[in-house]
């Protein structure tokens, strides 16, 4: 497992899901443990974001995600503190596995879209790097982990 100090946007998965097609619509599922490689202990939607605005913003010391369009689209930015990647979520069977000491942020919501995230923990404020300059200084030190 990548640790908050190894961790790289090129470490960031894009999933793609399997998707059951029937005529009464469509199903996907996904397990812990199976699909992605944690528990899932928390899990919460983002929804009715004005436009123009963005969520996220911070970096996890230890819970790892996997952040899903569950309906519309939106931009989610990633960094390492030396790289960026943006990727666009816009199918519900597609999603993007986190590790930690990846810094995030949510852009460019389309109207109506819902972003889907599952946790491999319960909320622990500690937890978080809210701020960016904290986030840098963190990684491109020797700080452990936790």
């Known amino acids: 497992m990548v640790g908050f100090n190894d961790s790289r946007v090129d470490d960031?998965?894009?999933?793609?899901?399997?998707?059951?097609?029937?005529?009464?619509?469509?199903i996907t599922a996904i397990n812990s443990g199976l699909e992605i490689p944690f528990s899932v202990k928390r899990?919460?939607?983002?929804?009715?974001i004005p436009?123009?605005?963005?969520?996220?913003?911070?970096?996890?010391?230890?819970?790892?995600?996997?952040?899903?369009?569950?309906s519309g689209s939106f931009d989610l930015v990633?960094?390492?503190?030396?790289q960026t990647k943006t990727i666009r979520l816009s199918q519900p069977y597609e999603g993007v596995l986190i590790p930690p000491g990846i810094w995030?942020?949510?852009?460019?919501?389309s109207s109506g879209a819902i972003c889907l995230v599952l946790a491999s923990e319960v909320f622990?404020?500690?937890?978080?790097?809210?701020?960016?300059e904290d986030f840098q200084s963190r990684k491109h030190s020797n700080t452990p982990n936790r």
């Open 124 to 132: 622990q404020e500690e937890d978080y790097l809210r701020n960016y």
């Open 78 to 82: 990633l960094d390492d503190g030396v």
């Open 104 to 109: 995030r942020e949510l852009t460019s919501f």
């Open 51 to 70: 436009g123009g605005e963005s969520r996220g913003g911070h970096a996890h010391k230890a819970l790892r995600q996997l952040i899903v369009a569950g």
């Open 12 to 26: 960031v998965q894009l999933i793609t899901f399997p998707k059951n097609h029937q005529v009464k619509g469509n």
């Open 43 to 48: 899990v919460y939607y983002l929804y009715d």
